[in-house]
């Protein structure tokens, strides 16, 4: 097509795009025994961005206003084209970034991705995930439905434990003693501009570290042994004679996007319900507290573990401190080594917490 | 090379793949977004002036469920829908207090929908009428 | 098959294993059952009545179990009296009735329940009352009072006063037309947990029950017949428009296959084409 190679050189003369693309797509090379967990990253961002998306469109007829919120959603769900579509894709979508959320964790705490010179990336995500429990939990209370209006309680109580500003956080939080229109007017804010805004920025700085620092080669499938980093000098990891991004790897990308799409569709279209209780369906009742009112299911973990500890303060404190833990982990596990095959400390902690992880979750599902 | 008539063959694939996806996702966001054609208001009923007198109401059905049409003894015309707003039993007339009763937890409204007394949480919801040349239209 | 033997060769497995058994575990993890309600702030009735022994306390246990606590109408509603104020809660210059003598029974019960007791007045049974006639609490119960079914017209309830002939007549009448509304119930019930506008039918079907359970009251066999034909077709309707909805969602389902099956396929086509610059 000659009238598009006119454009791309037309294009090329005043931004040197030509260089752009050797530079970052087909001559960014990486390491050659790079796996598909590397692509979770994009994954992720696919989802953020259909999340904006449709939570724009849902903005379009969504009004933020305790007496009409509900009756906006149930008009978003049954009288408007495709209205039901748009609002699924959202609430099974919220999901299901938090869920390739922990598995990318889950990789790169696997594959020591988190490890010097990484430092900075590894606390960016950490960040971000507590942004992304945020957005969930704000989000949560928007359709103004009994499981919102009781599931917001529940996790706004919690707070009520901190020593000296506990009671006051709450208020605070919720913009009166109780859950009630100046919560949903705050937490409407926070979810569509305040976090999201923050989302991205975070984004950005994650994305330029990585692309600064270099991609880490993964610990195993290859012969040579992996190149340590000397705290000397900056210095970018680059991988001669690697793959190059693209075409190669951003096929993998799309790839990986294309199954979780198959994922996600299946979820919407099929199983909805996995998310939704009959409650999330009745209007908020400020007077009547339904009987089983359970956080969602990436919070089930906290909920138990605040369960176990007969006091409230040392069940937050336990949390804290394992969340601390877990985000300072860069700085406290310092070896170089990156195989967790010969790690056995690392494997049993990594497995362990992350079995307890689960066990804590089921337990909380039933109890 | 065998590799690039499979990787010709596969870009003309993957080429109509996407745009027959980006297509499919396109078309739900401009259906939802599209203005719509004003549906209600296209259903309209006519009634006599003559079959309603002073003092009474008629039942009838409109828009899928119970409505009535009252004239007051002070000559004013309304129109209701006849669905208590408690838990969606029809309400009955009474001529002799000139009142709406639901006979199933007694919920009253005034001839013009608003609640006198019982359970009902909100008005009955009113429906338009016009009078003209002894002719009533609902709707 | 380079990926996969790195697959094979790396502790990948594990990590993967453990995965999918959290996926598995997620998505098996049966969903929490419909919430029941529980009764707002306690009126002082519940409160002090509550902790009396015997006689004086027994009301409140039964009425615990009634459909009038699950709606949240406590004593005052029936008794009268100041739910909030225990000096004055049976002060009788505020309203408070005390428990009603029999032939005072259904006027009671008709305070709120009008339409319920014009009917009662009207049939053979309401026509005894004071002379060793039913009142509401003779088949009701007066304070463990459930939601009306069909099950209240059983033979041990009716002979203690006459034989169940004609009773059984009635109730076999009935029982199908029953069945149709406790399945309709059941599908609107279900419909509005998958996020379904349902306010409509729900009270449709509402207002259609209740005309249907005042032929309970009316115990004259030919008129529950009549009457039954019409809450058939009523009952029509309500599947009619019901069907409707099932017919959408069918749509749905199949538009969802292709969506799925087409994500698959681009996911396929991306990873040919992976494999041809390998």
Redesign the interface.
């Known amino acids: 097509m000659a009238l598009i190679k006119r454009l791309y050189d037309w294009i090329d003369l005043r931004i040197g795009a030509r260089e752009i693309v050797k530079k970052e797509l087909t001559g960014y090379l990486l390491p050659r025994n790079i796996n598909e967990w590397y692509s979770l990253g994009s994954v992720l961002l696919v989802i953020f961005a259909l999340q904006v998306v449709t939570g724009m469109l849902l903005m379009v007829y969504y009004v933020p206003d305790a007496e009409k919120a509900f009756k906006s959603v149930t008009y978003i769900m049954n009288e408007l084209p495709y209205g039901w579509l748009i609002r699924l894709c959202h609430a099974v979508g919220s999901n299901m970034m938090v869920a390739v959320l922990i598995m990318h964790m889950l990789s790169t705490l696997f594959m020591k991705s988190y490890k010097s010179p990484r430092e900075l990336n590894w606390v960016t995500g950490f960040i971000l995930f507590t942004l992304v429990q945020g957005i969930s939990l704000t989000g949560y209370l928007l359709p103004w439905s009994q499981l919102s209006f009781w599931a917001t309680t529940v996790a706004t109580n919690s707070a009520a434990a901190i020593p000296v500003a506990g009671p006051y956080l709450v208020e605070f939080m919720r913009g009166s003693k109780l859950v009630g229109p100046p919560t949903l007017g705050r937490f409407f804010a926070m979810h569509v501009a305040v976090i999201p805004a923050v989302i991205a920025g975070l984004i950005g700085a994650h994305l330029f570290l990585l692309k600064r620092t270099g991609i880490s080669t993964p610990p195993f499938g290859t012969k040579e042994p992996a190149a340590t980093w000397s705290p000397e000098s900056y210095r970018y990891e680059s991988h001669p004679g690697g793959i190059p991004f693209f075409p190669n790897y951003a096929l993998q990308d799309l790839t990986s996007i294309s199954v979780y799409f198959a994922i996600f569709l299946a979820v919407v279209f099929f199983a909805p319900n996995l998310l939704f209780t009959p409650d999330a369906f009745v209007p908020a009742n400020a007077f009547q507290t339904p009987a089983h009112i359970k956080p969602e299911w990436y919070f089930l973990a906290n909920y138990q573990t605040l369960k176990i500890f007969p006091s409230e303060l040392l069940g937050l404190s336990v949390q804290a401190a394992a969340m601390t833990f877990l985000a300072l982990l860069p700085f406290i596990d310092r070896s170089p080594e990156r195989n967790p095959m010969k790690r056995p400390v690392f494997l049993v902690c990594f497995v362990g917490g992350f079995l307890l992880w689960i066990g804590l979750s089921i337990w909380g599902h039933y109890s | 090379m065998e590799n690039d008539g499979r990787r010709k063959f596969l870009g003309v694939c993957l080429a109509g793949a996407t745009a027959a996806a980006a297509a499919a996702a396109a078309y739900p966001v401009f259906r939802y977004l599209a203005p719509r054609s004003d549906q209600q208001g296209s259903n309209k009923l006519e009634f006599a002036a003559s079959d309603l007198p002073e003092g009474e109401a008629k039942f009838f059905e409109y828009a899928g469920s119970s409505a009535v049409l009252v004239k007051t003894k002070a000559g004013e015309l309304v129109a209701l829908s006849a669905v208590c707003t408690h838990l969606g039993c029809i309400v009955q007339w009474e001529k002799d207090k000139q009142d709406f009763l639901c006979p199933c937890h007694a919920g009253r409204y005034s001839p013009d929908g608003a609640v006198l007394s019982g359970p009902p949480p909100r008005p009955l919801a009113k429906i338009p009428v016009t009078s003209a040349n002894g002719k009533i239209t609902v709707g | 098959m380079t990926?996969l033997r790195?697959?094979r060769?790396?502790?990948?497995r594990?990590?993967l294993g453990?995965?999918s058994?959290?996926?598995l575990?997620?998505?098996a993890?049966p969903?929490?059952?419909?919430?029941?309600?529980?009764a707002?702030a306690e009126t002082v009735c519940i409160q002090c009545h509550g902790s009396l022994p015997d006689r004086l306390g027994a009301p409140v246990k039964l009425w615990r179990t009634s459909i009038h606590s699950e709606n949240?109408i406590s004593c005052n509603a029936c008794h009268g009296g100041d739910p909030k104020d225990a000096a004055d809660a049976m002060n009788r210059s505020r309203g408070f009735l005390g428990a009603p003598k029999e032939p005072d029974i259904p006027a009671f019960c008709g305070?709120?329940?009008?339409?319920?007791l014009?009917d009662y007045l009207a049939s053979a049974h309401g026509r005894a009352l004071g002379k060793g006639g039913p009142t509401c609490v003779t088949c009701h119960g007066n304070h463990a009072v459930l939601k009306a079914s069909l099950d209240l017209i059983n033979e041990k309830s009716c002979t203690r006063c006459h034989s169940f002939e004609r009773a059984r007549i009635i109730k076999e009448a009935m029982q199908q037309t029953e069945g149709h509304i406790v399945g309709i119930d059941r599908k609107i019930?279900d419909y509005?947990?998958?996020?379904?506008?349902t306010e409509?039918l729900?009270?449709?079907?509402?207002?259609v029950r209740?005309r249907f359970h005042t032929l309970f009251h009316e115990v004259n066999v030919t008129k529950v017949k009549a009457e039954s034909n019409d809450i058939n077709t009523e009952l029509g309707k309500l599947d009619r428009d019901l069907k409707v909805v099932d017919e959408a969602r069918a749509k749905?389902?199949v538009?969802?296959?292709c969506?799925?099956a087409?994500?698959?396929?681009?996911?396929l086509?991306?990873?040919?084409?992976?494999k041809?610059?390998?």
Do not use: I, W
């Open positions: 990926y790195q697959l060769r790396s502790s990948l594990p990590a453990a995965l058994l959290a996926v575990a997620a998505l993890a969903q929490p059952t419909h919430a029941a309600a529980e707002p949240g305070r709120c329940h009008p339409g319920v014009k019930k509005q947990a998958q996020g379904v506008d409509r729900g009270k449709s079907l509402f207002a209740n749905r389902k538009a969802g296959a969506a799925v087409g994500a698959l396929v681009l996911a086509l991306f990873h040919l084409m992976k041809s610059y390998d």
